[in-house]
Antibody, heavy 124, light 108 residues
């Protein structure tokens, strides 16, 4: 059974950089048919896709966050990471990592396994 | 950018049928996924490719998609179905997932 676990970075101050790592177990991050993504959920609000990364390092970022987002992958550790710079209170959210099933002739990509999420609070 | 519209809340009595809609411009031409998120938990996909069910998801959950509306139908609603439900499509212009605002299902 695939499992994803986000790190717990603790509180982050405004203007600093938020850093999260997702550790994948029960499967390889280097699988051909999957991407890996970060999705966030502000308290009491809906889901927002931050970006996705392939094991080769190819990335796609949400245009609204692109100037501040960096995603990376470490295949040797079976992990991928998120950095979000210049954070404000609006970046306070639960950050989920998830596996994205690549699109096929039957349908478009979707997330099939999710981590429990890591609450990141931006506060001075 | 792609906008998906869901009703904020849907209420249904136990044993009845719940229908949760997801509106989007010509959404019928895209494949739609539905996620269930119970309080304090990670989302779980309950329907993918419009109407496919992952293993372990009860047959009570079904999906349809046509025109400008996709629908998640839950037959014989149980108390344990109470959760937030999100629809999702793939935005090809940005190569990212887009989620609806979510619908809170309340079992009366």
């Amino acid at each position: 059974q695939l499992q994803l676990q986000e790190s717990a970075p603790g509180p982050v101050k405004p203007s600093e950089t938020l850093s999260l790592t997702c550790s994948v177990s029960g499967g390889s991050i280097s699988s051909n048919n999957y991407y890996w993504g970060w999705i966030r959920q502000p308290p009491g609000k809906g889901l927002e896709c931050i970006g996705i990364i392939y094991y080769s390092g190819s990335t796609f970022y949400n245009p609204s966050l692109k100037p501040r987002v960096t995603m990376s992958v470490d295949t040797s550790k079976n992990q991928f990471s998120l950095e979000l710079s210049s954070v404000t209170a609006a970046d306070t959210a639960v950050y989920h990592c998830a596996r994205l099933v690549s699109g096929t002739s039957r349908g478009d990509p979707y997330f099939d396994y999710w981590g429990q999420g890591s609450l990141v609070i931006v506060s001075s | 950018s792609y906008v998906l519209t869901q009703p904020p809340s849907v209420s249904v009595a136990p044993g009845q049928t719940a229908r949760i809609t997801c509106g989007g411009d010509n959404i019928g031409s895209d494949s739609v996924q539905w996620y269930q998120q119970k309080a304090g938990q990670a989302p779980v996909v309950v329907v993918y490719y419009d109407s496919e069910r992952p293993s372990g998801i009860p047959e009570r959950f079904s999906g349809s998609n046509s025109g400008n509306t996709a629908t998640l139908t839950i037959n014989g609603v149980e108390a344990g179905d109470e959760a937030d439900y999100y629809c999702q499509v793939w935005d090809r212009s940005s190569d990212l997932a887009v989620f609806g605002g979510g619908s809170k299902l309340t079992v009366l």
